[in-house]
């Protein structure tokens, strides 16, 4: 068998497979630490800086292991990149022919009963022309596609609104009792991926599972050897989305929906039924209405008070119940009636556990306000009591790697947060000079996050650095109102050279192939664009910050972790909002240097990282760049860089 260090030589198998390939002392050290806490089924907590190569850093040792290895990415994005293209190269050059399985969540393969549904449903209506046309090309679709995975269907776009009809979810599926299980998409995803020795999903999919024992991997898990979690930064936050419970006014409106498509299918002579739905669609809309404002997150206690939300939720809780009642007495005349009877037992047991002050006291409440829904949540205040239990249940490797899980190498506030005890940890800096690629620039003068103009002012600053640069910049806002408002800035700016692109004026994926084929552009972005960007070469020269990445206050979650942090005598500012500001804002620094020979200058506005003692500690957690808070020092580096380019292309 091949030795790890003879396959990362400059001479190895992967040298002569992948074009881009160089050798890296990081990258052979990181490989052969995973490769002995696989062997030994140790658990490894791992950072890797930009371009340490950390994907076949444990590709390699995973497919040289054998054994069962499920590897859980950030997105379904990364997980088609991994089996496309990462694992079939990395498979190849080693030449060793293990079987390699996909598995997504149930809601991206298409379902043949509910499309079947659709095409026979006279009532059903559609937001427009295009939606409707979308309907006989998924049919061709499922009648022909081997994998009823929707991401192949490029005809129809992934956020089209027939995909909600045409998909299943947990609720909706009738499991063995569907009359087209045999064909199921699903199903067949999930034998392929007992069959395989590699199986890759995503960390939705992962904790779905967990939780609900509903996609497959529950069968997966006890064979399993090894669980890798690239863009493990990302856990905590999928964790406690899953290990907590939610249920929203839109999930009622389609259980309303469903039943009455089925009894009228099954139970047409039933007419009970169909009025104490009316009279359930009713109780829900109420309590959509009973609270004001939309797209903001409330804690439990902003509603407890509120007498007309307190008198609609026990009024829909009492429609649920007697629309629940009538159920069971029709359910046994179709699969269809049987599944909506448990569906609403399910959202019954929710609202009302919700509303349990006993049962709730180790969970967070809080309400989510959308424009048309509402949606009741209940996050754990902790998961890593919850997330060690899973660990333990079976010995097996468990390695959680990224570019962003360590406060100057240090772990623990991750390691904590997961419930990781006793574990290997290992950081690994970046091959990159960013010593000589990257300059770090905080301006002199701006004043305090909080100041009414400080959006307007960090525009002006940024100004000469964007004329100086030439555009090629990122533009990374901590909230959507301070983006859109560097926007209409810059939009107003009627001699501006520079093409604006906004996030929400079409896909991320769009947005950035428009971004890299314009010579200079300036993208405007909030979440979406802080992690998982990948612009390398002149694009992108300069990544500015409007502020330190701390999370609101005003969060119901975030409030609850840190008054109970506070109350243990512990300082929360310290222990969790300085991390996970200081990891997110790694995170975003991240996007400017992606290669050997790129260059750029990260400005980062907020006075904060110079004049609080805090700040030292985020500065010296982001890459070693030189600093500067002297806006003449841009200008000259980014001339040295057009010199460079100049002379480069003489």
């Given at each position: 068998?091949?030795?790890?260090?003879?396959?990362?030589?400059?001479?190895?198998?992967?040298?002569?497979?992948?074009?881009?390939?160089?050798?890296?002392?990081?990258?052979?050290?990181?490989?052969?630490?995973?490769?002995?806490?696989?062997?030994?089924?140790?658990?490894?907590?791992?950072?890797?800086?930009?371009?340490?190569?950390?994907?076949?850093?444990?590709?390699?040792?995973?497919?040289?292991?054998?054994?069962?290895?499920?590897?859980?990415?950030?997105?379904?994005?990364?997980?088609?990149?991994?089996?496309?293209?990462?694992?079939?190269?990395?498979?190849?050059?080693?030449?060793?022919?293990?079987?390699?399985?996909?598995?997504?969540?149930?809601?991206?393969?298409?379902?043949?009963?509910?499309?079947?549904?659709?095409?026979?449903?006279?009532?059903?209506?559609?937001?427009?022309?295009?939606?409707?046309?979308?309907?006989?090309?998924?049919?061709?679709?499922?009648?022909?596609?081997?994998?009823?995975?929707?991401?192949?269907?490029?005809?129809?776009?992934?956020?089209?609104?027939?995909?909600?009809?045409?998909?299943?979810?947990?609720?909706?599926?009738?499991?063995?009792?569907?009359?087209?299980?045999?064909?199921?998409?699903?199903?067949?995803?999930?034998?392929?991926?007992?069959?395989?020795?590699?199986?890759?999903?995503?960390?939705?999919?992962?904790?779905?599972?967990?939780?609900?024992?509903?996609?497959?991997?529950?069968?997966?898990?006890?064979?399993?050897?090894?669980?890798?979690?690239?863009?493990?930064?990302?856990?905590?936050?999928?964790?406690?989305?899953?290990?907590?419970?939610?249920?929203?006014?839109?999930?009622?409106?389609?259980?309303?929906?469903?039943?009455?498509?089925?009894?009228?299918?099954?139970?047409?002579?039933?007419?009970?039924?169909?009025?104490?739905?009316?009279?359930?669609?009713?109780?829900?809309?109420?309590?959509?209405?009973?609270?004001?404002?939309?797209?903001?997150?409330?804690?439990?206690?902003?509603?407890?008070?509120?007498?007309?939300?307190?008198?609609?939720?026990?009024?829909?809780?009492?429609?649920?119940?007697?629309?629940?009642?009538?159920?069971?007495?029709?359910?046994?005349?179709?699969?269809?009636?049987?599944?909506?009877?448990?569906?609403?037992?399910?959202?019954?047991?929710?609202?009302?556990?919700?509303?349990?002050?006993?049962?709730?006291?180790?969970?967070?409440?809080?309400?989510?306000?959308?424009?048309?829904?509402?949606?009741?949540?209940?996050?754990?205040?902790?998961?890593?009591?919850?997330?060690?239990?899973?660990?333990?249940?079976?010995?097996?490797?468990?390695?959680?790697?990224?570019?962003?899980?360590?406060?100057?190498?240090?772990?623990?506030?991750?390691?904590?947060?997961?419930?990781?005890?006793?574990?290997?940890?290992?950081?690994?800096?970046?091959?990159?000079?960013?010593?000589?690629?990257?300059?770090?620039?905080?301006?002199?003068?701006?004043?305090?996050?909080?100041?009414?103009?400080?959006?307007?002012?960090?525009?002006?600053?940024?100004?000469?650095?964007?004329?100086?640069?030439?555009?090629?910049?990122?533009?990374?806002?901590?909230?959507?109102?301070?983006?859109?408002?560097?926007?209409?800035?810059?939009?107003?700016?009627?001699?501006?050279?520079?093409?604006?692109?906004?996030?929400?004026?079409?896909?991320?994926?769009?947005?950035?192939?428009?971004?890299?084929?314009?010579?200079?552009?300036i993208l405007i972005g909030s979440q979406s664009f802080w992690e998982g960007v990948d612009i390398r070469g002149e694009a992108l020269s300069l990544v500015i910050i409007d502020k330190l990445p701390f999370a609101s206050p005003d969060d119901p979650v975030l409030s609850a972790r840190i008054e109970k942090i506070n109350q243990e005598g512990r300082n929360a500012f310290m222990e969790y909002q300085l991390p996970h500001a200081i990891i997110q804002l790694k995170q975003g620094a991240g996007r400017l240097i992606r290669g050997e020979t790129d260059?750029?200058?990260?400005?980062?506005?907020?006075?904060?990282?110079?004049?609080?003692?805090?700040?030292?500690?985020?500065?010296?957690?982001?890459?070693?760049?030189?600093?500067?808070?002297?806006?003449?020092?841009?200008?000259?580096?980014?001339?040295?860089?057009?010199?460079?380019?100049?002379?480069?292309?003489?």
């Amino acid at each position: 068998m091949l030795e790890i260090k003879s396959i990362f030589s400059s001479d190895g198998v992967l040298a002569s497979n992948f074009p881009e390939f160089r050798e890296r002392p990081q990258q052979l050290e990181m490989a052969e630490v995973i490769a002995d806490t696989i062997a030994n089924r140790q658990v490894l907590v791992a950072e890797a800086g930009t371009g340490t190569g950390k994907t076949l850093a444990y590709l390699i040792p995973a497919l040289l292991a054998g054994g069962k290895v499920i590897i859980s990415t950030g997105t379904k994005t990364l997980q088609d990149q991994l089996f496309y293209r990462d694992i079939p190269t990395a498979r190849k050059a080693i030449n060793i022919p293990v079987t390699v399985a996909l598995l997504k969540g149930r809601n991206n393969y298409i379902c043949h009963y509910h499309l079947e549904r659709c095409l026979q449903d006279s009532r059903m209506s559609f937001d427009s022309r295009e939606e409707a046309a979308y309907l006989p090309i998924i049919e061709r679709f499922a009648n022909n596609s081997a994998s009823g995975d929707k991401s192949e269907l490029n005809l129809v776009p992934e956020h089209a609104a027939i995909w909600q009809q045409v998909t299943s979810t947990r609720e909706s599926c009738l499991g063995s009792e569907c009359p087209s299980y045999k064909k199921c998409f699903v199903m067949e995803a999930r034998k392929q991926a007992l069959l395989a020795e590699i199986v890759v999903v995503n960390h939705h999919l992962f904790f779905a599972d967990v939780m609900l024992r509903d996609e497959g991997l529950s069968e997966l898990l006890p064979a399993c050897n090894t669980v890798i979690f690239d863009e493990a930064h990302q856990l905590p936050d999928t964790a406690s989305l899953f290990f907590g419970e939610s249920i929203s006014t839109a999930q009622l409106l389609d259980l309303i929906r469903d039943t009455l498509a089925e009894s009228i299918r099954s139970a047409a002579d039933f007419t009970e039924l169909p009025a104490a739905l009316a009279k359930l669609e009713k109780s829900v809309r109420d309590l959509r209405l009973a609270v004001t404002g939309e797209n903001t997150r409330l804690s439990w206690q902003a509603v407890q008070n509120n007498s007309e939300f307190q008198t609609a939720l026990r009024r829909l809780i009492d429609q649920q119940i007697s629309a629940l009642k009538l159920l069971e007495n029709q359910a046994e005349r179709s699969e269809g009636l049987e599944n909506c009877r448990q569906r609403a037992a399910q959202h019954l047991y929710l609202l009302e556990r919700w509303c349990n002050d006993a049962e709730m006291h180790d969970h967070i409440r809080w309400l989510e306000v959308f424009h048309h829904a509402l949606q009741l949540n209940a996050t754990p205040l902790s998961i890593a009591e919850i997330f060690k239990r899973q660990m333990m249940s079976t010995p097996r490797a468990w390695i959680f790697t990224s570019a962003t899980l360590s406060i100057k190498s240090d772990f623990s506030h991750y390691n904590h947060e997961m419930g990781l005890s006793e574990v290997r940890t290992a950081t690994w800096d970046s091959p990159f000079d960013f010593s000589e690629q990257a300059l770090l620039y905080v301006p002199s003068g701006l004043p305090e996050p909080n100041h009414p103009n400080y959006i307007d002012q960090v525009v002006q600053a940024a100004l000469p650095v964007l004329h100086a640069s030439q555009g090629r910049a990122f533009i990374l806002c901590t909230s959507l109102r301070s983006m859109q408002r560097v926007y209409e800035l810059l939009s107003s700016i009627e001699s501006l050279p520079f093409p604006l692109f906004l996030q929400g004026q079409g896909s991320r994926s769009h947005l950035l192939e428009r971004f890299r084929a314009t010579d200079n552009a300036i993208l405007i972005g909030s979440q979406s664009f802080w992690e998982g960007v990948d612009i390398r070469g002149e694009a992108l020269s300069l990544v500015i910050i409007d502020k330190l990445p701390f999370a609101s206050p005003d969060d119901p979650v975030l409030s609850a972790r840190i008054e109970k942090i506070n109350q243990e005598g512990r300082n929360a500012f310290m222990e969790y909002q300085l991390p996970h500001a200081i990891i997110q804002l790694k995170q975003g620094a991240g996007r400017l240097i992606r290669g050997e020979t790129d260059r750029g200058v990260l400005m980062i506005c907020d006075p904060r990282l110079i004049a609080k003692t805090y700040g030292k500690k985020i500065w010296q957690s982001l890459p070693p760049m030189k600093r500067t808070r002297n806006l003449q020092d841009v200008v000259q580096f980014f001339h040295a860089i057009e010199t460079k380019e100049q002379l480069s292309g003489t």
